[in-house]
């Protein structure tokens, strides 16, 4: 019988190929993440809390934890784009997202430490903090899809599940353990919790850019800004989406009103923690069932517009029991609303300012968000059902806003400026 020849390779005495390097499993790799994009935002979300009783407990004064709370969300957007452009040009990102998370623990810290011997030192401490900040919300993000490009649906699921863990734990941790241990070494703990998570994040794996890649490129600082507007689904849901931002920023001063209005103020708390599940229970559910069929820019707008619905029924709710599962109604149909919103930054930022674009566009969301807790506050003479039509005519608003940037024509210039200089 014939035999097809054999080369020296073919021999028996030839050594086996070595086996391919496995590839980590996607599972392992979001959960990783998803660990320490909790510990993170799960720190950032109490820092606030933390930083009020710490001004309380140490000066007496409201006033000052205020200031520093301000001081803490006003560098979102300011530092976001500053941030973003050094993510998107480093080439060791892992060393990049641990300094950077270390030096926002070691501001915590500090201005724990300061907050009663310099006022000025603490504020500029925490300033130096918030222009860390960009990096905990939308800089982490942006990191999926490398992390997990193959399951980015489900990896954007566990991410907005992240945010609604934080926002649950962080503010109820922080209030917890400054009964027990005090402000400041609560604000401590905190800032140990970051380091907790850049333990996690440096398992992940993220790759070295080799020199001169296009990703590690020198696009100016602020070239996502234009991109906003070039990119029209992108533009549609920052825009959109911000406006909507200002409802939901008012959200804690309308459940303080409620819980006034029901004749207990731990309902503010529970408002807020209910809004909270529903976004969790969400977030949780459209990672194992995320939408497959629409644009997700047009499940942008339409959840806004959806979220309207469940504010402008409050004010004519009888009862706390019918309050509720409204708020809940407002989480659930958060997560759609925020999963879209990132599908659509990933898939219209150009790789050269991928991180800057994830990074404004949380810095704006973040500072949409004060901005309306800062208009609430001023407006609450205008009493709860006025507040609350207020909230549902800003998701309206977001949601017309969004759909008249959609039926606008592309701009003709869509690209990055980094690709109009090549």
Partial sequence: ???????????????????????????????????????????????RVAMVLLALERTGSTAYGGLLVAALMVPHVVAAPLVGAAADRVRRRRLFYIGSLTGYAAALAGAAVLVETSRLLTVALVIVAGCFAPLLIGGLTSLLSELAPDRLKRAYGLDSASYSLAGIAGPALAAVLAGLVGATTTLILLAGVVLLGCVTLWTLPLRT??????EGGHAPVLAAVPVLWRRRALGAVTLGTSLGQLGIGAMPVIAALLARHYGDASLTGVFMSTAAVGGLVGSLVYARYPLRGPQPERVVVVAL???????????????????????????LINAPLFCGLLEVREREAPRDVHTQ????????????AAAGAALAGVLTGWGTGALLFGVAACHLLGALTGEAVLRRADSPVSTSPLEKMS
């Fill in 1 to 47: 019988m014939p035999t097809t020849p054999r080369t020296a390779d073919d021999s028996p005495l030839a050594p086996a190929p070595a086996a391919p390097a496995r590839p980590a499993r996607p599972g392992g790799v979001l959960a990783r993440y998803t660990t320490a994009a909790v510990a993170v935002r799960l720190t950032d979300e109490g820092a």
């Fill in 357 to 368: 674009v994830f990074a404004l566009g949380a810095g704006l969301k973040s500072t949409a």
């Fill in 209 to 214: 850019r080799p020199p001169g890649s296009r």
């Fill in 305 to 331: 517009l959806a979220t309207a619905v469940p504010f402008a029924l409050v004010p004519l709710m009888p009862s706390m029991w019918l309050t509720l599962p409204l708020f809940l109604l407002v989480g």
